[in-house]
């Protein structure tokens, strides 16, 4: 299970009204991209869903309970890397299984598997301020996977990184999403990204932030990128998203 539901939510930070009735679903399973122009809110939304901040109006729901307090069935990657310092990669990745209390034997089997599969095998005793920025935000990525989230928030994970190993990122990060039965809910600023990724792209509106457009991309995967039908969903969304960033930027 994993479903989240936002429902009329507003935020105001001071007297500033950063969301204004926000309301969209991620389905059990459901994998939503989340797109808008910058300042519209859409981290603010990230953080609300984690329960490290609340809504000024509206409620947040994951499987029928409200989101009070930090909430931990989620896994989140933000765009500043936010490792533990005085960890290693490998003890980085271990803290949430170790948080749950998995036997020592266990965690090393978790982190073994994760560190595997985002690349980092070698670098599994490195601090983070012994790996390049790229690396930190794949331990980051694994030590989200690692805690087994119904629900993984993402604010633009693979920004960082070159365009190949951002390619092998998302075909893992699917692989993943379709092995375990996990909700994303994912924040990115392009389009490619979104139409290969999402099933339903949700575009905002420029400040206050609220929900524009939906798209669904019923494309059938692994997807091929430059398919007609995947080039024409993202003409329609970029039409969409362009004329709000425009508007951002008179506003
Ligand atoms: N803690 C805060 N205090 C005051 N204002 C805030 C705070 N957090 C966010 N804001 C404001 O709320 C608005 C939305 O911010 P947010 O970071 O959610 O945007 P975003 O859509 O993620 O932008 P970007 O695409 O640039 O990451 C911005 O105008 C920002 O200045
Ligand atoms: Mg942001």
């Known amino acids: 299970m994993g479903r989240l539901i936002l429902k009329d939510i507003s935020k105001k930070f001071n007297d500033f009204l950063a969301l204004e009735n926000v309301n969209f679903e991620v389905e059990d399973g459901e994998f939503v991209c989340l ?128 365009a190949q190993t951002r390619n092998i990122m998302q075909a893992e990060l699917l692989r993943i999403w379709e092995k375990e039965h996990i909700s994303v809910l994912f924040v990115t600023h392009s389009v490619d990204e979104a139409v290969y990724l999402a099933d339903r792209v949700v575009v905002m509106s420029a400040r206050p932030g609220t929900v524009k457009e939906i798209f669904g991309i019923n494309l059938p995967r692994p997807r091929i990128r430059t398919s007609p039908e995947a080039n024409a969903l993202r003409d329609a969304i970029l039409r969409s998203l362009g004329s709000e960033i425009k508007r951002a930027a008179s506003i």
């Open 35 to 162: 797109l808008g122009p910058s300042g519209c809110g859409k981290t603010t939304i990230l953080r609300l869903a984690a329960g490290l901040d609340s809504p000024t109006d509206g409620e947040i729901f994951l499987d029928g309970k409200k989101i009070a307090g930090t909430n931990k069935e989620c896994g989140f990657v933000f765009q500043e890397y936010a490792l533990f310092p005085w960890r290693t990669a490998k003890g980085n990745i271990e803290f949430g299984p170790q948080v749950k209390g998995c036997s020592k034997e266990e965690c090393e089997r978790i982190s073994r598997h994760y560190i595997d599969l985002v690349g980092l095998r070698g670098f599994e005793d490195h601090f983070p301020h012994e790996l390049s920025g790229g690396m930190k935000q794949r331990v980051g990525i694994a030590r989200a996977y690692a805690n087994k989230p119904k629900l993984l928030l993402m604010d633009e994970p693979f920004g960082a990184l070159d």
